[in-house]
């Protein structure tokens, strides 16, 4: 037998998975509301999981029993089904972490421009520092701002060990962190591209255990009153 018991035939007499009865699990208002308008953008509910399961993530910290518990009452799956996407997908926490996220990328490019010490730079800052998850990830497709990170959900690069300290006081205060540094604040070639300007996102600065997978919803050009018919 595989120590993984992949090779153990499935136990044919096991009591089907139930799915949680929505009398006996409590959702907060915010939650269900939120879970349900994801629900509604599919045919299949269960292709509402991804979102659903962020947005449980944001109000628990992690997709804890009870968060996965919530989200399975209301999309009417089991939480079986629910741990297996959450066991799956890397931005969706399975362990108890910190409610702010800093993903360090460490990819060739920003490695080549010095992120492994910026990681271990920023790993000794929030040491002993229960709310702010700190981690290493792949690349996250910003590699002209290497060496960056993904702070929150919000990208921010070129980095130096020298802005850890303002960084991480950004976060904690929950302010918009490093606006100067900010991918979608660096003007580009198309004028109805990035803003330097447009409001803070509202996930911004809230807690949300990094899965924040939303960018600003309202259009940087808009926000600014200049967006020409075309
Ligand atoms: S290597 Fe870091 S964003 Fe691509």
Redesign the pocket.
């Known amino acids: 037998m595989s120590p993984l018991g992949w090779d153990t035939a499935a136990d044919l007499e096991k009591p089907p998975a139930e799915i949680p009865s929505p009398g006996e699990v409590d959702v907060p208002e915010g939650l269900r509301a939120e879970i349900e308008a994801h629900m509604a953008n599919y045919p299949d509910r269960r292709s509402a999981a991804l979102p659903a399961l962020a947005a449980a993530q944001r109000e628990h910290g992690w997709c804890s029993p009870q968060a996965i518990a919530q989200v399975a009452a209301v999309m009417r799956v089991t939480p079986a089904y629910l741990e297996s996407v959450a066991s799956f997908y890397d931005m969706l926490e399975t362990e108890p972490v910190g409610r702010h996220s800093v993903y360090v990328?460490?990819?060739?490019?920003?490695?080549l421009r010095g992120?492994d010490a910026l990681l271990a730079d920023f790993q000794r800052a929030v040491d002993g520092d229960p709310e702010v998850n700190v981690r290493a990830f792949?690349?996250?497709?910003?590699?002209d701002?290497?060496?960056?990170a993904s702070v929150d959900g919000v990208y921010v690069?070129p980095l130096s060990s020298q802005d850890i300290p303002a960084l991480l006081d950004d976060v904690r205060a929950g302010r918009a962190v490093l606006p100067e540094r900010q991918l979608a604040r660096r003007l580009v070639a198309d004028p109805h591209a990035n803003s330097t300007e447009f409001p803070q996102h509202p996930a911004q600065g809230a807690a949300h255990g990094g899965a924040n997978l939303e960018l600003p919803t309202e259009d940087p050009a808009t926000a600014r009153g200049r967006r020409e018919p075309r």
Do not use: D
């Open positions: 990328c460490t990819n060739i490019s920003c490695s992120a792949e690349c996250l497709g910003a590699c701002i290497a060496p960056m690069g």
